[in-house]
């Protein structure tokens, strides 16, 4: 993807784009593999939060990154402000867009070391005063001498109990229980918005060109448009993170992520259709029920869908770990979701955050991000893009659709094999892409047999 395609969420690209979720690698990490993600056929990465966030003397986890301190400087155990901006320029040698994921619905607990509000607290801010030479390399913006926010930049303390409560959810608290005291809550003052745009502001001089809003779902509308102006959409593709248990009808989906569609402009994972799929493959669902979910409010609209087999939410919260995909149906979820039409693919990629093991008993999100498998996905994606889909038939175990007149897809989710006979053009031979063998029309019929729990992918 060109640095200079500019495009809203509500505007078609001119080319494809695949996210890769580079989840918790270091900003080094990332630069260092630019050439490679670009040669596999990924178009932009998302990075982890890019800011001052919380470290614990016990050792760093991935949630810590979730906590900020400063957005006036990025100094976190993935990298400082001259990694993060050494990492944007080698991408975008590349063509690669960043995406960084935006931390701004609360600050970090830090409860159990002082009971004020102030940020960064005051040992930050002495690091800051003992090696300014330092700190001025790393500044983004704003005087670092001055507190980030105080007492009055936050909502009245209280945790979350009910969860489908809007206005508790948007105001209060998220912790761990009653016994946690929790992230403190930003309010939308005009002091909070005026230093969160000015953060990104920062990050699109640096040549971002993209966001996601972590836990979008507990922000206010007023709050999201307050941030998120024309000012700062311009030239930059943006999504939130609102996780919803379903599409239409469900009541998180009417609570929260509805609203949000509705009252703003902006991108959104797309958990309608990531449950459709794994009702689907998981609980023995309809492969028809995957036909035109859009049509049933199971699906986001095309052109504001960020789709996903996986997310960093899934594997690493208890709570959601009974969402993971075996890996062959994860597999299926992300041929269908590469060779539909409509939507951005975002690829999860990490470390060994999870602990989660495949089958090879190896980290299982580690590698998959650059796999043959993957690899071919992507390309028939990017050969695809911008093609009608036209079904051409479903059953509740397999699901064959046609992309333009050079593609077609067959799944079959099923233990047995299935035949598939299709009416194609009787002088057109057709590479099927997995096994990399030609078949021929015999008398104006394609006729194959898909595999049992696995796909094709045929072009011309």
Same mark, same amino acid.
């Not at 960093?312 to 969402?323: G, M, S, Y």
């Not at 498998?373 to 038939?393: A, D």
């Given at each position: 993807?060109?640095?200079?395609?500019?495009?809203?969420?509500?505007?078609?690209?001119?080319?494809?784009?695949?996210?890769?979720?580079?989840?918790?690698?270091?900003?080094?990490?990332?630069?260092?593999?630019?050439?490679?993600?670009?040669?596999?056929?990924?178009?932009?990465?998302?990075?982890?939060?890019?800011?001052?966030?919380?470290?614990?003397?016990?050792?760093?986890?991935?949630?810590?990154?979730?906590?900020?301190?400063?957005?006036?400087?990025?100094?976190?155990?993935?990298?400082?402000?001259?990694?993060?901006?050494?990492?944007?320029?080698?991408?975008?040698?590349?063509?690669?867009?960043?995406?960084?994921?935006?931390?701004?619905?609360?600050?970090?607990?830090?409860?159990?070391?002082?009971?004020?509000?102030?940020?960064?607290?005051?040992?930050?801010?002495?690091?800051?005063?003992?090696?300014?030479?330092?700190?001025?390399?790393?500044?983004?913006?704003?005087?670092?001498?001055?507190?980030?926010?105080?007492?009055?930049?936050?909502?009245?303390?209280?945790?979350?109990?009910?969860?489908?409560?809007?206005?508790?959810?948007?105001?209060?608290?998220?912790?761990?229980?009653?016994?946690?005291?929790?992230?403190?809550?930003?309010?939308?003052?005009?002091?909070?918005?005026?230093?969160?745009?000015?953060?990104?502001?920062?990050?699109?001089?640096?040549?971002?060109?993209?966001?996601?809003?972590?836990?979008?779902?507990?922000?206010?509308?007023?709050?999201?448009?307050?941030?998120?102006?024309?000012?700062?959409?311009?030239?930059?593709?943006?999504?939130?993170?609102?996780?919803?248990?379903?599409?239409?009808?469900?009541?998180?989906?009417?609570?929260?992520?509805?609203?949000?569609?509705?009252?703003?402009?902006?991108?959104?994972?797309?958990?309608?259709?990531?449950?459709?799929?794994?009702?689907?493959?998981?609980?023995?669902?309809?492969?028809?029920?995957?036909?035109?979910?859009?049509?049933?409010?199971?699906?986001? $609209?095309? %052109?504001? =869908?960020?789709?996903?087999?996986?997310?960093?939410?899934?594997? *690493?919260?208890? #709570?959601?770990? !009974?969402? /993971?995909?075996?890996?062959?149906?994860?597999?299926?979820?992300?041929?269908?979701?590469?060779?539909?039409?409509?939507?951005?693919?975002?690829?999860?990629?990490?470390?060994?955050?999870?602990?989660?093991?495949?089958?090879?008993?190896?980290?299982?999100?580690?590698?998959?991000?650059?796999?043959?498998?993957?690899?071919?996905?992507?390309?028939?994606?990017?050969?695809?893009?911008?093609?009608?889909?036209?079904?051409?038939?479903?059953?509740?175990?397999?699901?064959?659709?046609?992309?333009?007149? $050079?593609? %077609?897809? =067959?799944?079959?989710?099923?233990?047995?094999?299935?035949?598939? *006979?299709?009416? #194609?053009?009787? !002088?057109? /031979?057709?590479?099927?892409?997995?096994?990399?063998?030609?078949?021929?029309?015999?008398?104006?019929?394609?006729?194959?047999?898909?595999?049992?729990?696995?796909?094709?992918?045929?072009?011309?």
């Amino acid at each position: 993807m060109s640095q200079q395609t500019q495009w809203h969420s509500t505007e078609v690209p001119a080319v494809s784009n695949i996210i890769l979720h580079a989840f918790d690698w270091t900003y080094q990490d990332i630069a260092e593999q630019a050439e490679l993600i670009a040669s596999l056929g990924y178009r932009s990465v998302l990075v982890s939060p890019a800011m001052k966030s919380l470290r614990l003397p016990s050792g760093t986890q991935w949630w810590q990154r979730y906590q900020p301190q400063d957005y006036r400087l990025i100094d976190n155990p993935l990298g400082d402000t001259i990694d993060f901006t050494r990492m944007v320029s080698r991408l975008a040698e590349f063509n690669i867009w960043v995406y960084v994921d935006v931390v701004f619905n609360h600050m970090a607990n830090e409860s159990d070391i002082r009971a004020d509000l102030e940020f960064p607290n005051q040992w930050d801010r002495e690091d800051y005063a003992r090696d300014p030479k330092k700190y001025e390399s790393l500044t983004l913006f704003g005087d670092l001498s001055q507190p980030l926010f105080s007492e009055s930049d936050f909502v009245e303390a209280f945790g979350i109990e009910n969860w489908n409560d809007k206005w508790e959810v948007q105001n209060g608290r998220i912790s761990g229980g009653p016994h946690d005291p929790g992230l403190p809550t930003l309010s939308d003052n005009e002091h909070v918005v005026a230093q969160q745009k000015a953060y990104l502001k920062a990050l699109k001089q640096i040549g971002v060109k993209g966001f996601r809003i972590d836990a979008a779902k507990h922000m206010t509308l007023e709050h999201l448009n307050k941030v998120w102006d024309e000012e700062i959409t311009k030239d930059v593709h943006i999504f939130g993170e609102i996780i919803t248990d379903g599409g239409a009808t469900k009541e998180e989906y009417e609570t929260f992520l509805n609203p949000y569609l509705q009252g703003t402009t902006l991108g959104a994972y797309d958990f309608p259709l990531f449950n459709s799929l794994y009702q689907s493959l998981e609980n023995k669902g309809s492969f028809k029920s995957l036909i035109d979910p859009y049509c049933y409010g199971m699906a986001l $609209s095309p %052109l504001r =869908a960020i789709t996903f087999a996986i997310t960093h939410d899934i594997p *690493n919260n208890d #709570v959601f770990k !009974d969402l /993971v995909m075996s890996e062959s149906n994860e597999w299926l979820a992300y041929a269908y979701l590469f060779c539909r039409e409509g939507g951005i693919p975002l690829v999860y990629s990490e470390l060994e955050t999870s602990g989660i093991k495949n089958k090879q008993n190896q980290p299982r999100w580690k590698d998959e991000w650059k796999s043959a498998r993957m690899t071919q996905l992507m390309s028939f994606h990017n050969e695809m893009y911008g093609q009608e889909q036209r079904l051409v038939e479903a059953s509740d175990e397999h699901l064959v659709f046609s992309r333009g007149e $050079s593609g %077609l897809v =067959a799944l079959n989710k099923s233990d047995h094999n299935i035949e598939v *006979n299709v009416a #194609v053009r009787s !002088d057109v /031979v057709w590479l099927e892409n997995t096994s990399n063998h030609y078949y021929a029309p015999q008398q104006g019929n394609l006729r194959f047999f898909i595999p049992a729990n696995s796909y094709m992918l045929f072009s011309r």
